[in-house]
C-alpha cells in the first residue's frame, strides 16, 4: 500500500537557519504531494502542494520540489523563523483506488530566537 | 471554500462516561469527511470516514462509533470511554483544489479521559 516516511524529530534550529525536512513515499501511479503544518494546539492546515513530478508548490517561504526518480518531496526554508515552530506533515493522495490521504508520522520543528 | 466546525473544544470525562463530538463542514456539497485521533507526540490515526449519508467506514477496531446523519454534519461517539481514548481528535473533510483532493481540518477537540 501507499506510505509516507517522514525524517524524526524534532528538529531544532536558530532562527534564520536553513530547513530542510525530508519526506520520500511509495504510491502507485501518480499521486498528488502534500506539506501539511499543524501550530500548537490546532488543527492542520495545508502549507503546499504538487500534482505532478517536478512540480514545486511554495507557499509562506517554504518549498517543496516534485521528485518522481527519488520519490521524494523534501521541505525546505531559507530561513526560519520562531514563528515556524510547528509539526509538518508530510502526505500523498492517490491518483487512482483509495482517495483516502496517506500522512506521514509528523516532524516537529523547534526555532530558537 | 471550506471550513470546518468542530466541538466542545476541550472536555474532561471519566472513564466509561459517554462521548459526542460533533464536526459540521460549511463551504461545500457532499464532501468525504473524516475523523482523525492524534495521540500526544504521535502521528495522526484515521478512526473513521464517510462518503455520504450514513455510510461509515471504519479504519481501526476500538470501542467508538460514528455517525453521519446529514451531508455536512459527522459526529464521532462512545457509549463508554476508555482511558487510552485520551487524545487529540480532528475532524477533516476533502475537496478537490487545482487536480489534487485537499483536506480542510477542524480546530480540534482535546479529550481527556480521567
Known amino acids: 500500500g501507499d506510505s509516507v516516511t517522514q525524517m524524526e524529530g524534532p528538529v531544532t534550529l536558530s532562527e534564520e537557519a536553513f530547513l530542510t525536512i525530508n519526506c520520500t513515499y511509495t504510491?502507485?501511479?501518480?499521486?498528488?504531494l502534500f506539506w501539511y503544518v499543524q501550530y500548537p494546539g490546532e488543527g492542520l492546515q495545508l502549507l503546499l502542494k504538487?500534482?505532478?513530478?517536478?512540480d514545486k508548490g511554495s507557499n509562506k517561504g517554504f518549498e517543496a520540489t516534485y521528485r518522481k526518480e527519488t520519490t521524494s518531496f523534501h521541505l525546505e526554508k531559507g530561513s526560519v523563523q520562531v514563528s515556524d515552530s510547528a509539526v509538518y506533515f508530510c502526505?500523498?493522495?492517490?491518483?487512482?483506488?483509495?482517495?483516502?490521504?496517506?500522512f506521514g508520522r509528523g516532524t516537529s520543528l523547534i526555532v530558537h530566537p | 471554500s471550506q471550513t470546518i466546525h468542530q466541538w466542545p473544544a476541550t472536555l474532561v470525562q471519566p472513564v466509561g462516561s459517554p462521548l459526542s463530538l460533533e464536526c459540521t463542514v460549511e463551504?461545500?456539497?457532499?464532501?468525504?469527511l473524516y475523523w482523525y485521533r492524534q495521540a500526544a507526540g504521535r502521528g495522526l490515526q484515521l478512526l473513521f470516514y464517510?462518503?455520504?449519508?450514513?455510510?461509515i467506514s471504519s479504519e481501526v477496531p476500538q470501542n467508538l462509533s460514528a455517525s453521519r446523519p446529514q451531508d455536512r454534519q459527522f459526529i464521532l461517539s462512545s457509549k463508554k470511554l476508555l482511558l487510552s481514548d485520551s487524545g487529540f481528535y480532528l475532524c477533516?473533510?476533502?475537496?478537490?483544489?487545482?487536480?489534487?483532493?485537499?483536506?480542510?481540518f477542524g480546530a480540534g477537540s482535546r479529550l481527556t479521559v480521567l
Open positions: 463551504g461545500t456539497s457532499n464532501p468525504n
Open positions: 504538487a500534482t505532478k513530478a517536478d
Open positions: 504510491a502507485t501511479g501518480y499521486p498528488s
Open positions: 502526505a500523498l493522495s492517490a491518483t487512482g483506488g483509495s482517495y483516502i490521504p496517506t
Open positions: 477533516a473533510g476533502d475537496r478537490m483544489a487545482s487536480g489534487a483532493n485537499v483536506l480542510t
Open positions: 464517510s462518503v455520504g449519508i450514513g455510510q
